[in-house]
């Protein structure tokens, strides 16, 4: 897709628009830019104009003012000419040129795949965003046009392009609620990412894509005719569409659909003009179409966190195919569609009380802030991708309220989210009125009541840091602990250092610990190793990540001298004594997925290579399948091992409970598992074929005591038939 834009063309689209624009400025700009890229060409050989022109074009698509417009246009001459910033200010005043400041400030933090650079490119991302939101709307539409030629780009250069696109511009395309744009670069990514997986599925859409167009168009007739009759304020709009390539793949692949099991591959839209008329026009579908039941979504009365609005249902058609209906007012959609941009659409200019607005300009002032705690910039990475993940639950306080929070979501970051100091001060939580404990996840319509400790001077659990799931509720527990105990934190954290190091067999003379941590305490901004023992104390430097690192360095600079660490730990120690593993998130120690074992079951370890010992049951079929080989080489890999007789460890583990179906009975079961003060990470429940319900639950147990209690407490509910642990 590699249009050949002109200002011809540009002109044309503001000449048709509703808004008022300033024609010979946006020309000026053009005629400035044009001059200043005279001779320079693009990758795919034309003039280098073309690209700021389909960037202006693009934003004048999403309704945007005039600076913006012109920002486009003058984006790249800072950069690639020898035009300076002073000249654009002087030209087109001082907005223009804050704009194509903080674009030129974005592009230059160099293209990148490791994570470490993306964290500082992310940062400056969302500092520029701050400032002006409009400088990242601009950047991504440059990225989509960018995008959209990439295929004139060398091979490894699409890659990263597609991989940085895909990771970081989509989701913000998607936090800031632009559907369009986040579609299209998503799947312009995925066409670099994956290019088998895009062209099955194109082909797969291709093959019946008459049939496809005439059902939606049937059914659009259909739903036209029968609200012929009904009482409108306007015509109600119905559009038929194909959801996007990569939203199917990600059904397909990622939740493990068949292209025939994905409901929503097909979605009528249909747009009224009043809240009231939406739900009209639910009853109207539902009466003419069977729905398909739990697959009702009301996003008006709970948005998304991006503040989507629309009724969602997916209803049978008479040809039994299944499809999605999307019902919202012109309002939603402006929202559905642009996002931020409809601000500049829709109004004229920032009106400042718009509480949108603020709502996401809220999320990055967040983002920026929470950054400011952590130092750890992989961590930075992944807390951004955490809190740009789509997926979110929306949880109400008992006063009716709705808080909406990231998908596995914990009572700590629900409390944070109310407020800093009754997450300081929780001490217990009650979810639609039973208490849970603190790591208990929240889901969609739980009502969650926290309970707080009236002691002024309470403050948060050094535990929470690993509970907690959100972004915000982790700096806000890190800056307490920051700030209030800054001589606890250096004692947890040299011991905790300590420990590490023995756990890892590092063993560095005291006075030169410094110099050997020279490089991270640079890396985490500390000056001293007292800083760095407190940055390791309030949890701002995650051992976990530094470790293996230090692990190698160690290695390097100190190993040579000393014996071969080899046979401390490997040893065919099958003939040897047993090691006892004291504690279950020990870095070295991987419970075997195929197994499952819990405190209490034999175990047997398995020393892999290079990833510390894996364990497994002594009933595992890996284990016994190695013993009937009886292979020497591989048999000394496997060595005994024993739980510590403490109860103290906890794990997880997946159970299934087949019943007979009956009302009541997923309540009856989680009833058990709450009255048991049994965490449940994740639930669900299915019909089986034969009539009987299947119930599956993931939960955190102390061992195989509790377990068998839990189970003889299960086979006495009321038409349960069988209970079991889940074989993986
Ligand atoms: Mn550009």
Redesign the pocket.
Known sequence: MNTEYTIDMLIQKILTDDKQYDLSKIITAYEFAAKAHEGQKRSSGQPYII?PLA?AYILLELGMDTDTICAAML??VVEDTPVTLEEVKKRFGQDVAMLVDGVTKLNQVPMFNKEEQQAENVRKMMLAMSQDIRVIIIKLA?RLH?MRTLEFRPGVKQRNTAHETMNIYAPIAHRLGMRGIKEELEDLSFHYLDPFAYSEIEHILEIKKSEREAFITRIKETISERFKDQDFTAPPQIEGRVKSIYSIYKKMFVHHKSIEEIYDKYAVRIIVSTVGECYNVLGLVHDMFRPIPNRFKDYISTPKANMYQSLHTTVLGKEGIPFEIQIRTWEMHATAEYGIAAHWKYKQGISRNDSKMEQRLAWIRQVIEAQQTSDDVEEIVRIIKTDLAPEDIVVMTPKGDSVSLPIDSTVIDYAYKIHTQIGHKTVAAKVDGKMVPLDYKLQTGQICEIITSSEPDKGPNRAWLSIAKTNEAKSKIRSWFKKECREENIQTGKAELEREFKHFRIRVPEEELEEFLADDLKRHNCNTLDDFYASIGYGGTMLSKILPRLKDKYVKLYQKEEEPENNAVIKPVRKQSSIILDKIDDCTVKFAQCCNPLPGDEIVGFITRGHGISVHTTGCTNYLAALRRNNEEELARWMDVQWTDKEQTSMQTSIEVIALDRVGLVYDITAILTEARIPILHSSSRNLKNGNALFEATITIAGTEQLKNLFDKLRRVKDVVSVERAKV
């Open positions: 690209h960037v984006h790249d440059d960018n």
